[in-house]
């Protein structure tokens, strides 16, 4: 995992890493959705980090409505 703000070793709440989670499951929905294939798109935590990474980029820089912790803690 690559997360640039990530916290090597912190222990997450239930609450945090049922958000994590969430977060994740949406961004595979999305990317199963936009699929133009009928090839079917399975969990993979490298392709689910780029894209959280992206939306983060753009929630906590460019519409600066967050901190990154906020949006994925």
Same mark, same amino acid.
């Given at each position: 995992?690559?997360? @640039?703000?990530? %916290?090597?070793? @912190?222990?997450?709440?239930?609450?945090?890493?049922?958000? @994590?989670?969430?977060? %994740? $499951?949406?961004?595979?929905?999305?990317?199963?959705?936009?699929n133009?294939?009928?090839?079917?798109?399975? $969990?993979?935590?490298?392709?689910?980090?780029?894209?959280?990474?992206?939306l983060?980029?753009? $929630?906590?820089? %460019?519409?600066?409505?967050?901190?990154? @912790?906020?949006? $994925?803690?």
């Amino acid at each position: 995992m690559s997360f @640039r703000y990530a %916290d090597i070793g @912190r222990k997450f709440t239930p609450e945090e890493l049922e958000k @994590r989670n969430q977060i %994740d $499951y949406e961004i595979l929905g999305f990317i199963r959705k936009l699929n133009p294939t009928t090839e079917s798109v399975f $969990y993979n935590k490298h392709i689910i980090n780029k894209v959280m990474e992206t939306l983060s980029d753009i $929630y906590t820089k %460019d519409l600066k409505l967050c901190t990154e @912790r906020a949006f $994925y803690p």
